[in-house]
């Protein structure tokens, strides 16, 4: 089992000591953003940069996958939570860390039972759409933020447009003036110089000059007192009608977790060259979570973005996290008076740089490039987690991921072999429109296992292969079994109304390169019977077809072409696709 703080040596202590003050500079001022985005109080931000931290660092089987609450995960907080509880209050605040424990303890079964494939149905389009969704709302919160504008920040994408616009004539001056320039710092700080915290550069700035001017005396909103002090060991008591309410979005929460997480892992560990567990990621997760949750805090995933900051400073190991959470504990016991006075508009500003890339329009721009179908599924997610909120938004990205693989299930490549007259060349090449791939035999190839989606689509399209070579040209069909790796009970009751047809016409059926492994569950569905199994398709072919005539196998060995001056036959179906081999 890997040590904690793999990767760590006396060569690299130090620069990763100066990363984990780099990871203090960024996570303090977005963690505190993102609370305010979730709807709680400052502290439950930077109570998640400790034990949840320290806890996760420890455990995780990544060497640089930074785990926080990000956006998306604030954002899904504040929608789920939000019909449950006023936010800001302490009901509000319980109900947040029980998700979070829910969300831990889902993480924990997906690592103890292996279930970390289930997010693979989050494809890429469904996360652009559905992380884009939640980014939209979220700026329009930072937007009303940055101009002085109060909306309801627990409210739905269109109450909170209509707020923002109607109240447009309340905006205020100063806030408007704060935010221009956090927001031009950020943006040309991050171009020109983009080893420099700008998120902290611009709270102090932005702090120094309302302390200055006496700005919050104007209208400007600041953050006000954050208690001092570390985070307390507690535990949520809600009732058991308000757990169960949780548990939707404390799925959707890990989903998206565990598409993201587990992704970023994976890519970093590879650039990076070591190994990773994804089931040890998973439980560092839930501990990270179940942590959270018990420490006033709420839930917590995978920062994309400080996971990238930490790789440009070198970091190579979990040290710096270590670093952040003894820094986070050092300013809550020492420095919460420095917070007070941080401006809302500087905070909403920070935010609302940090989300811009999330909004996906770069990825929705690729996708209707690349894939119009896929550009839809990601559409239709943003649009319903926009509209209608993020528990419908992700049930839908469930059943969008389900159409998206029924769709590309039950169309197959299925490929009638061409003949080759090459005796040591093997018989995978497609064969042209209504050909056979010997005299009376056709070789059909099926590339996927045969199940409820594709058994139907399968067995019409090789009656149309046989009956497109002409009447009375097919005694014999072989089924290249090669891909089939698995049947169910719709497929073989598709494959035995095939079978029936197959003798109805006279035609024989016979299989080849059959797997091992798929050999039992074939015959025990009725797949197999009693048809004749060939190693190869060329001993099907050899043991199947007629023997050729003398002149052509004169032909053969002077190396002449042969020639087929049987006419040509009807059109071949559309269902036998071309191959790739």
């Given at each position: 089992?890997?040590?904690?703080?793999?990767?760590?040596?006396?060569?690299?202590?130090?620069?990763?000591?100066?990363?984990?003050?780099?990871?203090?500079?960024?996570?303090?001022?977005?963690?505190?953003?993102?609370?305010?985005?979730?709807?709680?109080?400052?502290?439950?931000?930077?109570?998640?940069?400790?034990?949840?931290?320290?806890?996760?660092?420890?455990?995780?089987?990544?060497?640089?996958?930074?785990?926080?609450?990000?956006?998306?995960?604030?954002?899904?907080?504040?929608?789920?939570?939000?019909?449950?509880?006023?936010?800001?209050?302490?009901?509000?605040a319980m109900l947040a860390m029980a998700q979070?424990?829910?969300?831990?303890?889902?993480?924990?079964?997906?690592?103890?039972?292996?279930?970390?494939?289930?997010?693979?149905?989050?494809?890429?389009?469904?996360?652009?759409?559905?992380?884009?969704?939640?980014?939209?709302?979220?700026?329009?919160?930072?937007?009303?933020?940055?101009?002085?504008?109060?909306?309801?920040?627990?409210?739905?994408?269109?109450?909170?447009?209509?707020?923002?616009?109607?109240?447009?004539?309340?905006?205020?001056?100063?806030?408007?003036?704060?935010?221009?320039?956090?927001?031009?710092?950020?943006?040309?700080?991050?171009?020109?110089?983009?080893?420099?915290?700008?998120?902290?550069?611009?709270?102090?700035?932005?702090?120094?000059?309302?302390?200055?001017?006496?700005?919050?005396?104007?209208?400007?909103?600041?953050?006000?007192?954050?208690?001092?002090?570390?985070?307390?060991?507690?535990?949520?008591?809600?009732?058991?009608?308000?757990?169960?309410?949780?548990?939707?979005?404390?799925?959707?929460?890990?989903?998206?977790?565990?598409?993201?997480?587990?992704?970023?892992?994976?890519?970093?560990?590879?650039?990076?060259?070591?190994?990773?567990?994804?089931?040890?990621?998973?439980?560092?997760?839930?501990?990270?979570?179940?942590?959270?949750?018990?420490?006033?805090?709420?839930?917590?995933?995978?920062?994309?973005?400080?996971?990238?900051?930490?790789?440009?400073?070198?970091?190579?190991?979990?040290?710096?996290?270590?670093?952040?959470?003894?820094?986070?504990?050092?300013?809550?016991?020492?420095?919460?008076?420095?917070?007070?006075?941080?401006?809302?508009?500087?905070?909403?500003?920070?935010?609302?740089?940090?989300?811009?890339?999330?909004?996906?329009?770069?990825?929705?721009?690729?996708?209707?490039?690349?894939?119009?179908?896929?550009?839809?599924?990601?559409?239709?997610?943003?649009?319903?987690?926009?509209?209608?909120?993020?528990?419908?938004?992700?049930?839908?990205?469930?059943?969008?991921?389900?159409?998206?693989?029924?769709?590309?299930?039950?169309?197959?490549?299925?490929?009638?072999?061409?003949?080759?007259?090459?005796?040591?060349?093997?018989?995978?090449?497609?064969?042209?429109?209504?050909?056979?791939?010997?005299?009376?035999?056709?070789?059909?190839?099926?590339?996927?296992?045969?199940?409820?989606?594709?058994?139907?689509?399968?067995?019409?399209?090789?009656?149309?292969?046989?009956?497109?070579?002409?009447?009375?040209?097919?005694?014999?069909?072989?089924?290249?079994?090669?891909?089939?790796?698995?049947?169910?009970?719709?497929?073989?009751?598709?494959?035995?109304?095939?079978?029936?047809?197959?003798?109805?016409?006279?035609?024989?059926?016979?299989?080849?390169?059959?797997?091992?492994?798929?050999?039992p569950r074939l015959r025990r569905f009725g797949i197999l019977g009693?048809?004749?199994?060939?190693?190869?398709?060329?001993?099907?072919?050899?043991?199947?077809?007629?023997?050729?005539?003398?002149?052509?196998?004169?032909?053969?060995?002077?190396?002449?072409?042969?020639?087929?001056?049987?006419?040509?036959?009807?059109?071949?179906?559309?269902?036998?696709?071309?191959?790739?081999?």
């Open positions: 089992m890997q040590k904690p703080l793999a990767g760590l040596t006396r060569r690299n202590i130090g620069r990763e000591l100066l990363a984990g003050v780099t990871l203090i500079a960024i996570a303090i001022p977005l963690n505190i953003g993102y609370a305010q985005i979730a709807g709680l109080p400052a502290t439950a931000g930077l109570y998640a940069l400790i034990v949840p931290t320290v806890l996760y660092a420890l455990v995780v089987s990544s060497r640089q996958v930074v785990a926080s609450p990000d956006a998306a995960a604030a954002a899904l907080v504040a929608s789920s939570v939000g019909g449950l509880a006023v936010a800001g209050s302490a009901d509000y979070a424990i829910i969300s831990g303890v889902l993480f924990v079964l997906l690592a103890v039972f292996k279930l970390g494939f289930l997010a693979n149905f989050l494809s890429k389009p469904i996360l652009v759409g559905f992380v884009g969704g939640l980014a939209l709302g979220i700026l329009v919160s930072q937007v009303a933020k940055m101009l002085g504008v109060r909306i309801d920040s627990g409210g739905e994408f269109v109450e909170k447009s209509v707020q923002l616009v109607t109240g447009l004539s309340t905006t205020n001056g100063w806030s408007v003036l704060i935010s221009v320039v956090s927001v031009a710092v950020l943006l040309l700080g991050r171009r020109w110089l983009p080893a420099v915290p700008w998120a902290l550069v611009v709270l102090v700035l932005a702090t120094m000059a309302v302390v200055v001017t006496g700005a919050d005396q104007a209208g400007v909103d600041v953050l006000g007192e954050v208690p001092a002090g570390p985070p307390a060991l507690t535990w949520p008591v809600i009732s058991w009608t308000e757990w169960l309410a949780l548990v939707p979005s404390a799925i959707a929460l890990t989903m998206v977790t565990v598409a993201e997480g587990l992704l970023v892992a994976r890519s970093y560990a590879e650039k990076r060259r070591y190994p990773t567990s994804p089931d040890r990621d998973l439980l560092a997760f839930g501990v990270a979570n179940i942590a959270a949750g018990a420490s006033a805090s709420f839930a917590v995933g995978s920062s994309t973005s400080r996971t990238a900051a930490m790789d440009q400073a070198g970091s190579r190991t979990q040290l710096p996290s270590l670093v952040m959470a003894a820094g986070t504990l050092l300013l809550l016991l020492f420095g919460t008076a420095l917070l007070a006075d941080i401006p809302s508009p500087a905070i909403g500003a920070i935010v609302a740089v940090a989300i811009l890339p999330l909004l996906g329009i770069g990825e929705l721009r690729a996708l209707w490039r690349l894939d119009r179908f896929e550009f839809w599924i990601a559409a239709t997610c943003f649009l319903v987690t926009l509209l209608i909120g993020s528990i419908p938004g992700i049930l839908v990205a469930f059943v969008l991921a389900l159409i998206n693989l029924a769709k590309r299930a039950s169309t197959p490549a299925i490929d009638v072999l061409a003949r080759n007259d090459n005796p040591a060349a093997s018989l995978l090449d497609e064969a042209g429109p209504g050909e056979t791939t010997a005299p009376g035999v056709v070789v059909v190839r099926m590339a996927a296992p045969l199940f409820f989606a594709n058994g139907t689509v399968f067995a019409e399209s090789v009656k149309r292969a046989v009956t497109g070579a002409g009447d009375g040209e097919v005694h014999h069909v072989v089924i290249d079994m090669e891909a089939v790796t698995d049947v169910d009970v719709t497929a073989a009751e598709a494959f035995e109304g095939l079978r029936t047809w197959l003798a109805q016409h006279d035609i024989a059926l016979a299989f080849s390169r059959v797997r091992s492994g798929a050999i009693d048809a004749p199994v060939y190693p190869t398709n060329r001993e099907a072919v050899a043991a199947l077809a007629p023997p050729p005539h003398w002149l052509d196998r004169v032909r053969t060995r002077l190396g002449f072409e042969r020639h087929d001056d049987r006419p040509a036959s009807p059109k071949r179906p559309d269902n036998i696709a071309r191959s790739s081999n």
